[in-house]
């Protein structure tokens, strides 16, 4: 994921292409760290495949929320024990790569994190410890890991160019605290930490912008910078 500095108000995303808007590495400059409490993610399909999903609940209700019980099933074989903490949640839709149209996974959003109580059965009792949002039944479960998180700029260790291959906002305009993902990630190098600058080439009004093929000539242009928060396999938040 990615964290937004803009050097104009608002940097354009063109999901049309997704070459207009690439990344390019930086140093680390200032060691300034941000506290930034992320809602969004990305998973991949095995991942997704291996995640728990809340099957059923005792409440009398639809949506759930803190201190409310669950039922979560697995359907891969994993070890599960008391105390366990997982996740809460759901696929918001797939990410396909913007250039090449090949699938890369899915985006998710998080909506709470949960603490097994009980393994006597397949069905695995758990509490919802805090609740960002509404949870519902068919809501899936991965294994915890913080949400908030401090994150100091680290050094590039490399030279990379990336493209920004989706957001999470339905906007057309990205500015400060908006997230993306790119299309490189922890085996390409990339680390939370990383800065990047957005760069892109061709006429600010679209009126007047030749097809992407055409933008050749065209200079980068800098629009922004940002910060990577957590770096998958072949992505980065």
């Not at 396909?96 to 006597?120: A, D, F, N, Q």
């Amino acid at each position: 994921f990615f964290f937004f500095s803009s050097r104009r108000r608002h940097t354009r995303y063109m999901p049309e292409t997704g070459v207009q808007t690439c990344a390019l590495p930086i140093s680390a400059g200032p060691q300034v760290e941000r506290a930034l409490g992320r809602r969004v993610g990305f998973i991949s399909d095995d991942d997704l495949k291996g995640s728990g999903r809340i099957a059923n609940s005792r409440e009398e209700k639809v949506l759930l929320s803190e201190t409310d019980e669950a039922y979560i099933r697995f359907d891969t074989v994993r070890r599960i024990r008391e105390g366990d903490l997982f996740l809460v949640f759901r696929v918001e839709g797939k990410v396909k790569h913007p250039v090449t149209r090949k699938k890369m996974g899915y985006k998710i959003r998080y909506l709470g994190v949960s603490k097994v109580t009980s393994t006597e059965t397949k069905l695995n009792k758990a509490v919802m410890l805090t609740s960002f949002e509404e949870i519902e039944r068919d809501d899936r479960v991965a294994p915890f890991a913080p949400v908030q998180r401090s994150v100091p700029p680290v050094r590039n260790a490399s030279d990379l160019q990336a493209t920004v291959v989706t957001t999470f906002d339905d906007v057309e305009n990205l500015g400060e605290y908006h997230y993306a993902i790119v299309d490189r990630g922890s085996r390409d190098g990339v680390m939370a930490g990383n800065r990047f600058l957005v760069r892109e080439k061709g006429d600010g009004v679209d009126e007047f912008n030749p097809k992407p093929k055409k933008r050749k000539d065209f200079p980068k242009e800098t629009l922004g910078e940002i910060i990577v928060i957590e770096a998958y396999e072949k992505t980065s938040l």
